[in-house]
RNA sequence: GUGGUUGUAGCUCAGUUGGUUAGAGCACCAGAUUGUGGAUCUGGGGGUCGUGGGUUCAAGUCCCAUCAGCCACCCCA
């Protein structure tokens, strides 16, 4: 092919390339949340990428809609990316709900896609880590969630985390005593802003697009600067709703689910009621989730959730009640990233053999497969280059240990263990099936595990 | 989608009011060291100056457009 013919290599805005040293944490990542998932009963299920669009528009919000990559196949039908797994979900649980039965408690990992700008920790296309239950409207299915989110971040290695829980119902039942039920939207979206751009902006807002009256305005910010500990706050919530029958099963649900929480041993710190959060997609009806990072808040959310109870209304008339979270992959990772927090390794593989001596490559491969079997990922190099050339591949990659046989050590049965990060050897004898060559390699990698 | 900002080697960047063959560090490859990596020294490869147009005798440098990154709005994982 002629130079001027070529293509020039290169990746959709917002779309990204994953080499090894960034797919290794990605995909620890993953089976930590599946783990996790599973530890509590959850099952996976997968769905097409692609959906039908009219099973995708109009669930979100105007702004997923816009944000839907859409277009007509081959068959000229219309069809859309999925934005997100709860939609999806919807449509899956009203199909099979049936054989399934419910209560059902399933966990999807996978891509989801939304054409909008991107930012740091924010792409076209990310990975979610969905968890929800469905069929049933019980607490212990909101307490589960949040228990859930809380061994997530936990299992991940975060100490310094904090889930944030409010009620839709909560406000609702009070922009409903007030006489501002019917612009809840608007006035949710302006308070959500209220930590960025303070109460006499958020005021305005609420003034200019939910039509509020300037008392109106007063009394949804003297909600909103409820604070202190939980305890506290439930308790100043209480009487801010007494009137409104939805606004005291909210608060009543939200200190059940606090007890419950603390009940099972969470610290105190680790979830705490926010009424401020008023977010998240327009389905959800009752409590609400968001998580944020103690050393890296101002990148958002990176796990969020809530109850919907009627999210599949729109594809069934069977009652779907349901709860859930999602775990953004992507976020975190740009987030972990930041904060140092990714393992700098290109190598699944700690144990390396080099391919030193030309003729005895089937002495490595047998070596090599004695120590898979022992359960451990191992490298054999492909050429039998200069040792040095080698041994400086695997330093790069991350390889801790180099298990180097010349011709002397084969002849004399012997085999040079080298600790790579200590540069120090020692020489086991090969034996009878490598036994003592896999117990000292075993007890290389556990002492560096530990450190 | 709107506004701002940036774009020179794989990476981080320098490049003087536009002026000849565009530089450095790190990384990579080779050698010093025919069986031992991370250090040092020497040498080497690698650049359509994001892309396309325009102004000019002359553009990495000025103008316009476009693409991409970042930031804010919006929204969200």
């Known amino acids: 092919m002629s130079t001027d013919k070529r293509i020039e290599p290169r990746t959709l805005k917002g ?10 944490p990605r995909e620890r990542l993953m089976e930590t949340a599946r783990r996790v998932y599973r ?14 669009l009219e099973i995708l528009t109009g669930k979100g919000s105007d702004e997923t809609d816009r944000q839907l990559y859409r277009f007509q196949d081959h068959g000229e039908r219309w069809v859309a990316l999925r934005f997100d797994l709860t939609v999806p979900l919807a449509r899956f649980a009203a199909q099979h709900i ?19 700008n991107t930012q740091r920790g924010r792409y076209r296309e990310f990975v979610q880590c969905d968890f929800d239950t469905i069929g049933t409207r019980a607490a212990a299915a909101d307490i589960e969630t949040a228990l859930v989110i809380h061994d997530l971040f936990q299992a991940l290695g975060f100490r310094d985390f904090a889930i944030r829980v409010n009620h839709r119902q909560v406000l609702n039942g009070l922009l409903e005593r007030i006489g501002l039920g019917e612009q809840s939207t608007n006035v949710l979206r302006a308070l ?16 200019a697009t939910a039509g509020a009256t300037r008392p109106q305005a007063e009394q949804v910010l003297k909600f909103a600067a409820v604070s202190g500990t939980n305890d506290e706050v439930l308790a100043q919530l209480g009487p801010l709703v007494a009137g409104s029958q939805r606004g005291e099963e909210g608060v009543a649900r939200l200190a059940e689910i606090i007890a419950a929480v603390r009940g099972a041993g969470v610290a105190e710190e680790r979830l705490a009621v926010d009424v401020s959060i008023a977010r998240g997609l327009d389905y959800y009806t009752g409590v609400v989730f968001e998580t ?21 209304g729109l594809y069934t008339s069977q009652e779907l009640p349901g709860i859930g979270a999602s775990l953004g992959l992507d976020r975190l990772l740009a987030a972990m990233e930041e904060l140092g927090l990714l393992e700098k390794v290109a190598t699944p593989a700690p144990v390396f053999i080099p391919y030193f001596a030309a003729d005895r490559l089937v002495d490595y491969l047998r070596l090599a497969a004695a120590l898979r079997a022992a359960g451990m990922n191992v490298e054999v190099y492909p050429e039998a280059r200069k040792l040095g050339q080698q041994l400086k591949y695997a330093d ?5 240990v180099a ?19 200590s540069g120090q050897s020692q020489s086991v004898s090969l034996g009878d099936g490598f036994a003592e060559v896999v117990a000292a390699v075993q007890r290389l990698l556990t002492i560096g595990a530990q450190t």
């Open 98 to 116: 049936a054989e399934l039965g419910t209560p059902f408690k399933r966990y999807h990992i996978a891509p989801v896609w939304r054409g909008e």
């Open 192 to 207: 959500d802003k209220l930590r960025k751009i303070g109460p006499e902006k958020v005021a305005e807002e609420m003034i």
């Open 292 to 312: 944020f990072l103690g050393q890296l808040p101002g990148i958002g959310s990176v796990c969020s959730g809530g109850r919907y109870d009627n999210l599949a």
């Open 15 to 24: 779309f990204r390339d994953y080499p090894p040293a960034t797919m290794l």
């Open 396 to 400: 790069k990659r991350g390889c801790r």
């Open 39 to 52: 530890s509590y009963g959850f099952s996976p299920i997968d769905t097409p990428a692609l959906e039908y």
């Open 403 to 421: 298990l180097v046989q010349g011709e002397d050590e084969l002849a004399a049965g012997q085999c040079q263990i080298k600790d790579l990060t």
